[in-house]
């Protein structure tokens, strides 16, 4: 039996060993072949971890699925509305280095499993960063991943769109190599039947219109279900760091890497500069706008710093 803590509270607290004992009452066991496609990820995410966590996340949202399809369909018929095909949209907020991308990529496999959603996008806010060029212009290439460093209109024009049943549409890509929103180069969404939506930024409450005073739509708005990866700062910063000294051995090293001078920095370099980033950008970001949108996911993901989940929060219905 599952035991809410706070009974005022609008979220179940859920310890990880009453969570990860849904795990065998749940279908689809992962099979050798799941497992070697996500050991592909090469991202820090335990494999049993997947199971004992990811997989009974993916069930839950397979109920919403059914439940929003269910409700689409009778209101389909009560108000004569014409047959359309319209995806699940999952958003997956959280700090820069919390793992979303990961925990994204697993539960996208782990959802196209299920017979009633084989077909599952994801889509990365980052290229919907403004380019570095206007950012410049803005002054805002220290606040990267702030909220005003996003195109929000382009944003909420591609959710509209992908939300309203539209075939091909078009979502700009970024690269963490060149650090910036490529040129010319989108992904295409094609009516799937579940798009995950990830980013740091994607619980930002509405914005008021300064003419109108009015709330605008926000991206949460197109939401079905969202979830918050969360952790201490300190352990994000801890992983941050480390994922900074493997970067300089890899990616910092491609040659037409924006990071290219990082790559021959020593240890007690990288270690400093790395700080001074998580510091005076991201931690930043997490405090003032990451973290007091984490209230309004459904489902609130609480990693240790072993980046084992240790509880979860799933909001009462
Ligand atoms: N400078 C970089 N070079 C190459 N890849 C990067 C760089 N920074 C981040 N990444 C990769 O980009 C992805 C998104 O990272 P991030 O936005 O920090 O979110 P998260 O760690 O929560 O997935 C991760 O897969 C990460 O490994
Ligand atoms: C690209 C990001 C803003 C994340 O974007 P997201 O896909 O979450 O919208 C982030 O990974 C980033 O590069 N931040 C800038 C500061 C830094 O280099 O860590």
Redesign the pocket.
Known sequence: MLEGSDHLSPFLTISREDWARLAPNTELPLTDEEVKKLAGLGDPIDLKEVDAIYRPVSKLIEIYVQRQRQIAKERRQFLSEPETKVPFVVGIAGS?AVG?SSIARALQRLLQRFDQTPKVDLV???GF?LPNKELEERGLLGR??FPDS?DRHALLRFLAEVKSGQQHVQAPV?S?VIYDVVPNEFISIDQPDILIV????VLQPPRINPHSHQPTLAVSDYFDFSIFIDAHHQDVESWYVDRFLSLREGAFRDKDSFFRAYADLDDEAAVSLARQ?WTE??LVNFVQNIRPTRSRADLIIHKASDHRVSKLLLRKL
Do not use: A, C, P, Q
């Open positions: 820069v979303k990365t806010t980052d960063l990267k991943g996003y970024y963490h990830e980013g740091i930024n980033i950008i991201n």
